[in-house]
Structure formats: structure tokens, C-alpha cells
């Protein structure tokens, strides 16, 4: 898979300065969230054996819950003393 040069454009409108691409709140971070995503997605497609929004099979147990956005935090490292 190659990505075209107007695609990277696209993405890189925004970016004026290094923090644009690579800060916290960064194209890299929201590429790599958003890319996440899809591939837990899909993983949950493959494994109930039907899509997001379709009646699942009558024999199948599992079900898909729903979507919510979530945010975790995690705990900072306490420093020696």
C-alpha cells in the first residue's frame, strides 16, 4: 500500500510547527489512535463473525455492548526519594 502525495498533504495542512505533528495532541497521536481503533474493530468483527450495526446470528452467545468513548488514566510513577 503506498500513500499519495495529496493524502499527505491533506493530513499536513494543519501542521505549522513540530508540536502540530508530534505533541500530545499532535496528527501522530490521532493517527495512531484512530488506527487503533479500526484494528480493535475489525479484531471484534472477525471474532463475533458479524459488523457493527448488523443483527448477529441467532446462534451466536456473544453480542456487541455498544460504543462509548472512554478515557483512561493511568497512574504516575512516584519518584525515589
Request: overall charge positive; some cysteine; proline content about 7%.
Amino acid at each position: 500500500m503506498t500513500i499519495s502525495n495529496e493524502l499527505l498533504d491533506e493530513l499536513l495542512k494543519g501542521c505549522k510547527r513540530p508540536e502540530d505533528l508530534l505533541g500530545d495532541a499532535g496528527l501522530m497521536k490521532e493517527l495512531k489512535v484512530r488506527l487503533m481503533e479500526r484494528m480493535l474493530g475489525a479484531e471484534l468483527t472477525a471474532h463475533l463473525g458479524y459488523g457493527a450495526g448488523a443483527e448477529p446470528p441467532p446462534e451466536q452467545a456473544n453480542r456487541r455492548n455498544g460504543v462509548a468513548t472512554n478515557r483512561v488514566k493511568g497512574i504516575r510513577p512516584v519518584s525515589p526519594l
